[in-house]
């Protein structure tokens, strides 16, 4: 009974020394309007995990910026800074309000009709602080993620076409298997 006891104080002691830190998640849906010769798109960015998120880089990976085309007139709801990145869109919070866990924001730019959420493209990756570069670090960064159709449109119809379900995750920075990633099944 003794050397069962000593063996639970052990791994309470040990379960407290090692706290579980997980990497930050969030999911988002994207939807584009016609506005002359290019497209307005709207993205809600949902915090999903149990960190406030206050940084967002929409096409981009460790791989590099991965939109197809360049975009214009970066804009959101929580009062972040906007900027243009290559192919590739930074919202970063250094003023406005931080996105908590369970919310959405809305975040929106102007572009070509594009394919723009066929992986690669659109790819995208959500930070606890400040863009550190990083994908999937516990406390940092979630795993890439692809913002999915909000239009409902029929397929060919969609400027944001391409878009898929959820799968498993099968980039190198999640190989836990956990549906994290969404792009085409």
């Known amino acids: ?39 307005d798109y709207t993205i809600v960015l ?16 460790r791989s590099g910026n991965n939109l197809p085309s360049n975009h214009s007139a970066p804009n959101n709801t929580s009062g972040w800074g906007n ?14 309000t931080a996105l908590t866990p369970g919310n959405a924001a809305t975040f929106t730019f102007t572009s070509t009709p594009v394919e723009i959420t066929t992986a690669p493209a659109g790819e995208s990756v ?21 913002p999915l159709s909000a239009s409902g449109a029929a397929p060919g119809s969609d400027p944001c076409r391409g878009m898929g379900t959820a799968r498993r995750a ?13 792009g085409l099944a």
Request: aromatic content about 8%; proline content about 3%; hydrophobic content about 40%.
């Open 126 to 146: 959500a930070y606890v602080g400040g863009i550190t570069f990083s994908e999937n670090n516990p406390g940092d960064s979630t795993a890439i993620f692809l």
């Open 1 to 39: 009974m003794l050397r069962l006891s000593a063996l639970a104080v052990d791994g309470l002691a040990a379960a407290a020394v090692a706290p579980n830190i997980q990497a930050q998640s969030a999911t988002a849906t994207i939807s584009g309007v016609l506005s002359g010769s290019v497209y």
């Open 170 to 182: 099968t980039h190198p920075a999640n190989l836990d298997g956990r549906i994290s990633r969404v």
């Open 46 to 61: 949902h915090n999903t995990g149990s960190d406030n998120l206050n940084s967002f880089w929409y096409g981009w990976t």
């Open 83 to 96: 900027s243009l990145s290559g192919n590739s869109i930074e919202w970063v919070n250094s003023t406005g």
